[in-house]
Structures are given as C-alpha cells and as structure tokens.
Nanobody, 124 residues
C-alpha cells in the first residue's frame, strides 16, 4: 500500500491551493480517507475526512474554507481544496487512508496508512 500526495506550495494569505492524494491500495478496500496537518511545533491534527459513502467532516478551523472530495472516476484519488488560506494554515499536510480487507476465512483486517507530507506555507 502506498499513498502519494502532491500540491503543496507557498502562497499568500487569501489565495487557494489544492492537494491531491492517490491511494495505491492493492487488495484493500477503503473505509475513509482524510487529511491531517502538523503546524510547526505542534501536534498533528485532523483537517477533513471523507467516508466511503461520501460523508464529510471538517475541523472547525477550516469549515467553510476547505473542501475534501473524491474523484468519481478514480475513487482511489482524493483532494483537499483550500480556499481563503490564512498564515495559521501553514503546516505539513498528510493524507491518510483507513483500509481494510477480509482474508480467505472471512477475518477482518484494518489499518491506517499515511502518505509523505507536503508543505503548505501561507505568507501574510
């Protein structure tokens, strides 16, 4: 399993960026996909999550500005559209996938997988 993220960069406050993440999931199915971020000197925090059914949830700090979505043609690719960026959005952003599978005996296996971080820097 591998997650490949892209789209970070340096922007000014008020501008937009879109992050992408592709999940190379092998034989696993997807429970949910999410974006986390880790600001400088702080702990990693959940930004947004989308379930396999399309239900979304957001951190209060990004509601109304960020949108998580899934590529309808390729359900293993998902995005984070970030609008009206603020300096406090500066962080390393990580994509995450909650994957599962069943073995030949029907036993359930689930695990979290992470992509490498992509830096987002918002200047004031």
């Amino acid at each position: 399993v591998q997650l490949q993220a892209s789209g970070g960069g340096l922007v000014q406050a008020g501008e937009s960026l879109r992050l992408s993440c592709t999940v190379f999931r092998d034989i696993f199915s997807i429970n949910a996909m999410a974006w986390y971020r880790q600001p400088p000197g702080k702990v990693r925090e959940l930004v947004a999550v989308i379930s396999s059914s399309g239900t979304t949830n957001y951190a209060d700090s990004v509601k109304g500005r960020f949108t998580i979505s899934r590529d309808n043609a390729k359900d293993t690719t998902f995005y984070l559209q970030m609008n009206s960026l603020k300096p406090e959005d500066t962080a390393v952003y990580y994509c995450n996938a909650d994957l599962y599978r069943y073995d030949d005996r029907g036993s359930y296996y689930g695990n979290d997988y992470w992509g490498e971080g992509t830096q987002v820097t918002v200047s004031s």
